[in-house]
């Protein structure tokens, strides 16, 4: 049986090792572990939190993440959520954890009074668009992405 719960100091061991799994999918370089686990912390933990990670469990084993921040202001004033990456380990795909995660990040921007949820994909992971598809969801047309590395 698959939790969902909201990322907690203790789990940063786990969350580095599965965010080293994600940024091997992604073909990044892989961060030292030391340095990695302080990314993670300063991110989620530090004053004030960069972002919010809520994590899937399966038993004793993290199986998936999805990392959020709200942003203002949308339409109205109001805030939306931003679903920065949603990731299931590999072996745990095709399981239910990734639509698990999606339902609570709904819940939490419910919870929240947003009135957007914005995510985006990479153009060839047709993977995660087929996922995004089968839960009734297409791209939004109109935007423009930019990215500038520092």
Known sequence: MTVIAAAKSQDLAALADLMAEMDQFYGDITRPHDARLKQIAEALFGEPPYAYALLAW???QLVGLAAYSFLWPAVGATRSLYLKELYVAEA??????GKLLMARIFAIAAEHECSRIEWATDESNENAK????ELGYEPHPGKVSYRVAR
Do not use: M
């Open 58 to 60: 399966n038993a004793d």
């Open 92 to 97: 745990h795909r095709k399981t239910g954890v």
């Open 130 to 133: 087929r996922f995004y598809a």
